[in-house]
T-cell receptor, first 111, second 115 residues
Framework: SQTIHQWPATLVQPVGSPLSLECTVE??????LYWYRQAAGRGLQLLFY??????ISSEVPQNLSASRPQDRQFILSSKKLLLSDSGFYLC??????????FGPGTRLTVL | KQEVTQIPAALSVPEGENLVLNCSFT??????LQWFRQDPGKGLTSLLL?????REQTSGRLNASLDKSSGRSTLYIAASQPGDSATYLC??????????????FGSGTQLTVLP
């Protein structure tokens, strides 16, 4: 069966520090991968998606970036965090014509 | 641009009651619709997926219907239990225009089932 992992589960970082969140999927090949952010009291915002290794599409201009170095690995990064980057970050995967499945999330607090 | 609305934003019911959650979307050209459950501080759990050609899907006490032409979906929960308390989200996927299948989410309905 397929599983999706995210780490770390929680993170507290100072403003201006770098960020690296990792997502890995097991049990499938060539998935579409997604990064979402859920801010307090707000809905899910799609940040990036990827249909293959090295293929990244950005939905929202910001100081975040994403990379897909391997088929089942998706990384969300920032060189300098802002206060507004605080939120709950969710990774998800899907195959064509199938449901989208989410990871457990990473709670990021920027102080 | 697709917009998804969920009403009500919050709902509180006594245990054992049957209930309906509503989801509406503005663009009927969808590929599928998915219902999720989110517990506080957790990721989303997929409940039901309805393809655009389908009318409904059932899983246990859950039944989701889809009326694509009117831009509506409902999630019916039978015999509600306190463990059903969570936020329920619906999301639609656009008709094929690529392989990315980005979802557009509603803002959710926060359900509380009182014992």
């Amino acid at each position: 069966s397929q599983t999706i992992h995210q780490w770390p589960a929680t993170l507290v970082q100072p403003v201006g520090s770098p960020l690296s969140l990792e997502c890995t999927v097991e049990g499938t090949s060539n998935p579409n991968l997604y990064w979402y952010r859920q801010a307090a009291g707000r809905g899910l915002q799609l940040l990036f998606y990827s249909v293959g290794i090295g293929q990244i599409s950005s939905e929202v201009p910001q100081n975040l970036s994403a990379s897909r170095p391997q088929d089942r690995q998706f990384i969300l990064s920032s060189k300098k965090l802002l206060l507004s980057d605080s939120g709950f970050y969710l990774c998800a995967w899907t195959l064509v014509q199938q449901a989208q499945y989410f990871g457990p999330g990473t709670r990021l607090t920027v102080l | 641009k697709q917009e998804v609305t969920q009403i009500p934003a919050a709902l509180s019911v006594p245990e054992g009651e049957n209930l309906v959650l509503n989801c509406s979307f503005t663009d009927s050209a969808i590929y599928n619709l998915q219902w999720f459950r989110q517990d506080p501080g957790k990721g989303l759990t997929s409940l039901l997926l309805i393809q655009s050609s389908q009318r409904e899907q059932t899983s246990g006490r859950l039944n989701a219907s889809l009326d694509k032409s009117s831009g509506r979906s409902t999630l019916y929960i039978a015999a509600s239990q306190p463990g059903d308390s969570a936020t329920y989200l619906c999301a639609v996927s656009p008709a094929p225009s690529g392989s990315a299948r980005q979802l557009t989410f509603g803002s959710g309905t926060q359900l509380t089932v009182l014992p």
